[in-house]
């Protein structure tokens, strides 16, 4: 008699951790997708649409993060009020069409916007929201895939606890980046 055995998935989170992703007894595979322009968001959602061809639910958390406001000798943060209101806007504006890019997808998604250093916020937040995968853009500059912004997935597939690093291409292929 043969037996077999199946290969071991990854454990997915229940959909009690997917917040209002999920639906009630279907496993979700979360997906966080930095945005630092509104192109970067082709590359995550067509690997998200991918995924959900083959059957697999997904939920996608876009995170955008903004620099840390300057502080001054006190150790307050220094705002000027236009340079406040204009990168809101823009990056609301940003988020937002990221967001209908996913709608149209009909991929279930989330939008963050945090202040800080874009590496430990990014891993933060992927451990915060109890994501499976970070989906960088692999920009196609030479050869596929390239790192992104100057070694940040490098450094994000190093730094992380548990979640995988991906770069996917402009066809939502995706690799594992390299440690």
Known sequence: MHSSRLAQQRPRAPDSAAGAC??????????????????????????????????????????????????????????????CD??????????????????????????????GEPLFTILDTAELLGCHEVVLPAHKQGGWPRRFSGGLAGKLARGSRGTTILLANHEGVSSPVPV
């Open 86 to 115: 204009a990168l809101d806007l823009a990056t609301q504006h940003m988020m937002h069409e990221a967001g209908l890019y996913l709608s149209r997808s009909h991929i279930d998604f989330s939008t963050h916007i945090f202040a």
């Open 22 to 83: 999920g639906k009630p007894g279907q496993d979700t595979l979360l997906l966080l997708l930095p945005v630092k322009r509104a192109s970067d968001i082709i590359y995550g959602a067509r690997y998200a649409r991918r995924l959900q061809e083959w059957g697999i639910k997904v939920c996608v958390s876009l995170l955008h993060v903004t620099p840390a406001p300057r502080r001054c000798a006190d150790g307050l943060p220094r705002h000027s009020a236009n340079e």
